[in-house]
């Protein structure tokens, strides 16, 4: 099975979804999410994949956790394991520190607990600091796995703000070299440890409480994290969108009732399908209606410009001077002075001397010798007068011609918008304008009264022209603020409206592959689920046909089809407690012991809880069966395990964990226990010396009974359970019957009735064995001076007897 | 029996067990109760000698009803009765059943202890 990851990638690379799309979904998926929508820049996700891809990790198995400070464990107290496939009961009773271990190795795998994790009372979240670990110090859990091919490695948390609640602290903790392993994904794909807590859970009625926990060991719990913040993610560009869409539409609505023509261009603009910002920008920046209209006519009223009165003055005095000169040049004629010069000129070019006669008259000789002078003097008198006469009269039509432009009518008065057309005004108006055509005297006559007149209206009315031009400012700038703001995030809001839509596309993408994911994944665990279920029920009336997931995220369920002898019934209404704690161990074994997970251990914390005896013994053949290639560690209170794993001669290692003063938490391994016992009578034999021989006597003689005790019970469950009797009848009379000899006879000929052959049965074998046997009679009540060997020889002994019982 | 060893010297070495275990390691539990199970049979066989003489003759459980009998306080015979019970479960093999705790021991012990103080009126 891929990671997560590779699934999303997978399917991303077979559908068409845009890279906005792709991106989202892929940052979701890697936690990302919020640093892509901030625009930094993120590493590609794909390229993660080859770290965190489980399948590449080396098949890890556990061997040891150590634990100091947390928990229900003060000192450093290390829980060693055989690393590789087997069986391994740990036993203590309720509050000895068994779980402590077992949220330790969540923990440094994991970071966090189920224990607290997701609950509300901070009780249980600030619980998890043991009480006699000074503050000081700092809390340290610690796993330490063995990797095929690679070697150990221990993954450390260690932190020490005592005060913090658990995931704030954990969250800040180091996290050892968990990240080189590439456990990170397999710890939340396939977690190899079922802790008390979550097989609570799993019992518990609510339908999203079964659920979750199922649905965390799918693994796709990165892809509801990814879900979540991708619903969490569109809420921002969306509402940025729908905002600028609410205002845009509001803005339209306002438009309508606003007297101004870029209104009604910015309103149209607005209505559009997808409102043309463009159109309202040139509005805002004066174009669009800025050439005609009521505004522009009002802005050229108030920018009208009329003469100046030093400028009519003038043209007026210019006027005047240009008629006076012309009226006393008026006696001159200018044609007949040029044509006399001409005339002269000619005269002159034909060289007339003293001798000529005159050619026009016929007068004889009438030119002088300084007639060619005087004649030269004339014609340039002559020339000057012509010249300026002429000069004049161009003076005059030229200030006649300035007179009469003043009085050109700008066009802004010549067509006044509404409102603008006042009478009097108008007349000034006219009046002036007839100065345009007026003669020389009425314009010298009448110009400046005029034109004063004119001046007047027009200032007026240029002046009512920017009064009603500000009012429509007045009347518009809110609404240009608004439209410029508008403009101004319309990219934003457009950007926001696409992020969006891609947000809810990554979503949908999402959510179509968690669901095709879910039936993928589940399919196995449902058909194995059954199987062990199948095993557990034993003797239960109820079978579970058919396992399904529902829903979805907080409101997923899980329906469990259920029948009773036959009929249908609602699985969760017949199920006992002890058959719900099947359930989940049927639910939670497939999937941890997946054959992708590189955790080739599996630990579960108190599996037995409200089970009876027959779920028990189908539980040990379970576990046994599991244990064949994987490592299997089983924390349990319930001595049933380990007594129908005994009973069963089921291949299993039994370490005991015990809780001394101060929460300082001792472990031992519990061999088996015939063993056991012996080694406890050795270890008193040698003892002897401090114990003192009496003391060391009884205790070697307790020991070797209970070891005698042991070998015997053993035989006879063997022998009765083998012959089908029923586990608790065997039980009750083991527990009934009284005295040494009478087990010993049960064990060795089956019978109570044989108590008396033992000593003579024993002492066919050896007489030594009979006064070992006398001597762990008599011994655990006190008393050893009859027995004259050496508490070495009372063990050996001790050994014969149990190999001549089990013989 | 072991009328030659008195309840309180097999006391002394129970309690000094329970406080030092030494190399006894986890089997030091069980040898406790041991020792205070041997403690309390020979207290009470003392006691039956100051109260019921010739009691001491019968068998154990015969020597517990006669507690139950001459005792005035039947709450505390009943005690030294359940007592014997825990721990004789302590000290024989029961399958599975896991070694005593401390506190458990300490509790047998202090009964143990009353009886053997406990002189005739």
């Known amino acids: ?807 | 029996m072991s009328q030659d060893r008195s309840a309180e010297a097999w006391l002394a070495d129970a309690r000094a067990l329970l406080e030092a275990p030494g190399a006894l390691g986890a089997s030091a539990p069980r040898s406790v109760a041991l020792l205070s199970r041997i403690a309390l049979e020979e207290a009470l066989r003392s006691w039956l000698d100051r109260n019921a003489p010739g009691a001491r003759a019968a068998n154990f459980s015969v020597q517990l009803l006669c507690l139950q009998h001459y005792a005035d306080d039947k709450a505390f015979a009943r005690r030294v009765a359940w007592t014997w019970e825990a721990l004789s479960r302590a000290t024989h093999h029961h399958g599975y059943e896991l070694p005593p705790l401390t506190v458990d021991l300490q509790r047998w012990l202090q009964v143990v202890e009353a009886l053997a103080v406990q002189r005739p009126e």
């Open chain 1, 1 to 807: 099975m891929s990671t997560i990851l590779d699934a999303v990638i997978t399917a991303l690379e077979a559908g068409s979804l845009g890279d906005d799309v792709q991106t989202y979904a892929l940052a979701a998926c890697t936690g990302e999410l919020s640093d892509v929508l901030e625009g930094s820049t993120v590493s590609d996700p794909r390229r993660r994949v080859g770290i965190t891809d489980i399948a590449g990790a080396a098949p890890a198995w556990l061997s040891a956790i150590r634990v100091e400070g947390f928990r229900g464990i003060a000192s450093g107290d290390t829980l060693n394991l055989d690393p590789g496939p087997g069986l391994t009961l740990v036993v203590g009773r309720n509050g000895c520190g068994k779980s402590s271990y077992v949220e330790a190795l969540e923990v440094a795998l994991s970071g966090s607990s189920v224990r607290w994790s997701g609950r509300k009372h901070s009780d249980w979240k600030k619980g998890w600091a043991n009480l006699h670990h000074p503050a000081s110090k700092p809390v340290r859990v610690s796993a330490t796995l063995t990797r095929d091919g690679v070697g150990p490695v221990t993954v450390t948390r260690t932190w020490t703000s005592i005060a913090a609640e658990a995931d704030s602290a954990v969250a800040s903790l180091s996290s050892g070299t968990l990240a080189e392993t590439g456990w990170e994904d397999a710890v939340q794909a396939t977690p190899p440890i079922l802790s008390y807590s979550e097989l609570g859970k799993i019992a518990d009625a609510r339908p999203i409480d079964l659920y979750t926990p199922l649905y965390r060991i799918l693994g796709l719990e990165r892809l509801t994290e990814a879900l979540e913040a991708l619903l969490a993610a569109k809420k921002a560009p969306e509402k940025l969108a729908k905002d600028w869409k609410t205002e845009a539409k509001a803005l339209a609505a306002e438009l309508t009732d606003v007297d101004d023509p870029r209104a009604e261009v910015c309103r149209e603009a607005l209505a559009k399908r997808a409102p043309d910002t463009d159109a309202i920008e040139t509005v805002l920046l004066g174009g669009a209606t800025g050439d005609e209209g009521p505004l522009a006519a009002l802005r050229a009223l108030a920018g009208v410009r009329v003469p100046t009165p030093e400028r009519v003055v003038e043209v007026t005095r210019d006027l005047a001077a240009a008629l006076q000169t012309c009226a006393a040049l008026s006696a001159t004629d200018t044609k007949r002075l040029h044509q006399t010069a001409e005339l002269l000129e000619q005269a002159l070019a034909m060289g007339l001397g003293p001798e000529d006669d005159c050619p026009l008259c016929g007068t004889e000789t009438p030119f002088s010798a300084d007639w060619d002078a005087r004649a030269t003097e004339t014609v340039t008198s002559l020339r000057t007068r012509s010249a300026e006469a002429s000069a004049a009269e161009r003076a005059l039509q030229e200030a006649r011609r300035q007179a009469q432009r003043l009085a050109t009518i700008p066009p802004a008065l010549r067509a006044p918008p509404e409102g603008m057309e006042l009478p009097d005004i108008a007349e000034a108006v006219a009046l002036w304008s007839q100065m345009a055509e007026a003669g020389d005297a009425t314009l010298v006559a009448e110009l400046r009264d005029t034109h004063a007149l004119y001046a007047e209206a027009v200032e007026r009315l240029s002046a009512a022209a920017t009064t009603a031009l500000a009012e429509a400012q007045d009347r518009w700038r809110p609404f240009h603020h608004r439209l410029s703001a508008l403009v101004e995030q319309a990219d934003a809001a457009a950007a926001a409206a696409a992020q969006a839509k891609s947000l809810v596309a990554a979503r949908k993408f999402l959510a179509d592959l968690t669901k095709t994911l879910r039936e993928q994944r589940f399919a196995p665990i449902r058909d194995r689920a059954q199987q062990v279920w199948a095993r557990l029920r034993q003797s239960s009336s109820v079978s579970i046909d058919d396992i399904r997931l529902g829903g979805s995220g907080k409101r997923g369920t899980l329906d469990l089809v259920a029948s009773v002898d036959g009929t249908d019934a609602p699985a969760l209404g017949v199920l006992s407690q002890g058959e719900l704690n099947a359930l989940g161990l049927a639910l939670f074994l497939p999937r941890a012991t997946s054959p992708e997970s590189p955790f080739r251990f599996v630990v579960i914390d108190d599996p037995v809880q409200a089970m009876d005896s027959h779920k028990v013994d189908g539980l040990a053949l379970l576990l046994a069966e599991l244990a064949q290639d994987r490592q299997v560690v089983v924390f349990t209170h319930d001595p049933r395990l380990p007594a129908a794993v005994s009973r069963m001669q089921l291949d299993a290692k039994v370490i005991e964990v015990r809780r001394g003063e101060r929460s300082h938490v001792g472990v031992h391994v519990r061999q088996e226990p015939v063993r056991r016992y012996l080694a406890d009578a050795h270890k008193a034999a040698r003892a002897s010396t401090e114990l003192g021989d009496r003391v060391a006597g009884v205790l070697v003689a307790g020991h070797c009974r209970s070891a005698l005790e042991a070998a015997s019970t053993r035989v006879l469950r063997g022998r009765r359970l083998a012959s089908g009797e029923p586990h608790a009848e065997v039980e009750a009379l083991i527990r009934d019957t009284r005295g040494l000899q009478s087990l010993v006879a049960l064990a060795k000929y089956d019978g109570t009735h044989q108590a008396n052959k033992i000593f003579g049965a024993l002492n066919n074998q050896s007489p030594r064995l009979a006064d070992a046997f006398r001597a762990m009679k008599e011994g655990a009540h006190g008393s050893t001076q009859g027995y004259s060997h050496s508490l070495l020889d009372l063990i050996r002994d001790t050994e014969r007897i149990c190999h001549w019982v089990q013989a």
